[in-house]
């Protein structure tokens, strides 16, 4: 199957700075890719969608210039949080889909980011 | 946008048990992929299945499109089974595709 690596699996930030995280897809080209956010005992939640070369589209309630998502080459898609909170603390989880069938059919997903503001 | 419901939220069973999970969805879709989320957090893949049914070992899952509805089926349930399982559905087409989630079953199989 298709595998999606995101990268770090765990990360502590202080209040005020900055965390990037990477997601690729590494045995596929992925058009499209999702960044979704879990609470504790959460379903998933869509943040925003990027398109490989194109400005993402955020969800309703995001705040774009908060979580700065770059998609710029067909298996790297960015998230940074900038001026992390703890309020930002949450488990990050990108998703990756391809162009043409079959890869156009499911969402493959990456191990996730476990992000902690103190 | 597309209202996705899972029930039951929460299901205990003793190993060995068969139990079935629920997903109704509130509009036509163009996919729908079943997962399990591992206590790591990490999302496995089980099915792909916008339509009809597929089996995968003790696993199955069937949707019906038309009544807008699919179950996941696990048959003599091991204590591996335990986690969470999510039903999402994607709709609309090109950079507009989205995948809404469920709110997912907690699943515990006790020995």
């Known amino acids: 199957g298709a595998v999606v690596s995101q990268h770090p699996s765990r990360v502590i930030c202080k209040s005020g700075t900055s965390v990037k995280i990477e997601c690729r897809s590494l045995d596929f080209q992925a058009t499209t890719m999702f960044w979704y956010r879990q609470f504790p005992k959460q379903s998933l939640m869509l943040m925003a969608t990027?398109?490989?070369?194109?400005?993402?589209?955020?969800e309703q309630g995001v705040e774009k210039d908060k979580f700065l998502i770059n998609h710029a080459s067909l298996t790297l898609s960015t998230l940074t949080v900038t001026s992390a909170h703890p309020e930002d603390s949450s488990f990050y989880i990108c998703?990756?889909?391809?162009?043409?069938?079959?890869?156009?059919?499911?969402?493959?997903f990456g191990q996730g980011t476990r992000l902690t503001v103190v | 946008g597309i209202q996705v419901e899972q029930s039951p939220p929460d299901l205990i069973l003793q190993e060995g048990a068969n139990s079935t999970l629920r997903c109704n969805f509130s509009?036509?879709?163009?996919?729908l992929q079943w997962f399990h989320q591992n206590p790591w957090g990490q999302l496995i893949n089980l099915f792909y299945i916008p339509s009809g049914t597929k089996q995968n070992g003790r696993l199955s899952a069937t949707t019906v499109a038309t009544e807008r509805y699919s179950l996941l089926y696990i048959s003599s349930s091991q204590t591996t089974d335990s986690g969470v399982y999510f039903c999402a559905v994607g709709y609309g087409g090109g950079s507009n595709y989205k995948l809404t989630f469920g709110k997912g079953t907690l699943l515990t199989v006790n020995p």
């Open positions: 509009d036509s879709v163009n996919n």
């Open positions: 998703s990756a889909r391809g162009a043409g069938w079959p890869m156009n059919t499911e969402a493959f």
């Open positions: 990027s398109n490989e070369g194109s400005k993402a589209t955020y």
